[in-house]
Nanobody, 116 residues
Framework: QMQLVESGGGLVQPGGSLRLSCAAS??????????MGWYRQAPGKQRELVAR???????DYADSLKGRFTISRDNAKQTVDLQMNSLKPEDTAVYYC????????WGKGTLVTVSS
């Protein structure tokens, strides 16, 4: 059973940056074969895709976030990061890490609040 633990959330002013990290452990398969992703859920809204990075290294972003967010992975460290720049109040949400290979795994989330 894979465990995912997110970190790096917090309070940031509009226009600021944050870097989220997700650490994976406990998987019986190599971390490198998992497709990894970041999702977010704002208050009163459905969970939505932020970005994905596939086992091949290719990436996929929500159209509205392209150019501001960057996803990356380090297979040796079993981590996936999300660099978030030019943050806006509407980016306020709980951000969740996701892993998928036949089975889907979720972390418990980390809260990002963008406010002055």
């Amino acid at each position: 059973q894979m465990q995912l633990v997110e970190s790096g959330g917090g309070l940031v002013q509009p226009g600021g940056s944050l870097r989220l990290s997700c650490a994976a452990s406990g998987g019986i398969l190599s971390f490198s074969i998992y497709d990894m992703g970041w999702y977010r859920q704002a208050p009163g809204k459905q969970r939505e895709l932020v970005a994905r990075i596939f086992s091949t290294g290719s990436t996929d972003y929500a159209d509205s976030l392209k150019g501001r967010f960057t996803i990356s992975r380090d297979n040796a460290k079993q981590t996936v990061d999300l660099q978030m720049n030019s943050l806006k109040p509407e980016d306020t949400a709980v951000y969740y890490c996701n892993a998928y290979w036949a089975t889907e795994y979720w972390g418990k989330g980390t809260l990002v609040t963008v406010s002055s």
